[in-house]
């Protein structure tokens, strides 16, 4: 069992930055491939990034990619979202979400079995 909670979401400018931060409770966090997750207003949830359990690769949609960099530190049982250059369509809830598998089906929200409660982030225009 693993329990996830979203920090550091806001209200920013457009081209501005934000970092969110994901913290799990529960053993075996390093075992966990993990990604981020996002729904805005009306729409389906979506696929952000992901990162495997070692964090030696990480995977990107491409609206995102080349702004925002998924990472983590399993010494404090953590995973963060650094968004950059965030634009008006980035508004949304942000969810954190955990896989005790290998995440083969990342882009699909059933590979995750816990997630967080989500954080809000809106971005002005």
């Known amino acids: 069992q693993v329990q996830l909670l979203e920090s550091g979401g806001g209200l920013v400018q457009a081209g501005a930055s934000l970092r969110l931060s994901c913290t799990a409770s529960g053993n075996s966090f390093s075992s966990y491939f993990m990604g981020w997750w996002r729904q805005a207003p009306g729409k389906e949830r979506e696929f952000v990034a992901a990162?495997?359990?070692?964090?030696?690769?990480?995977f990107y949609a491409d609206s995102v990619n080349g702004r925002f960099t998924i990472s983590r530190d399993n010494a404090k049982n953590a995973v963060y979202l650094q968004m950059n250059s965030l634009k008006f369509e980035d508004t949304a809830v942000y969810f954190c979400a955990a896989s005790p598998r290998s995440g083969y089906f990342y882009r699909l929200a059933v590979e995750y079995e816990y997630w967080g409660q989500g954080a809000q982030v809106t971005v002005t225009s």
């Open positions: 990162i495997r359990s070692s964090g030696d690769k990480t």
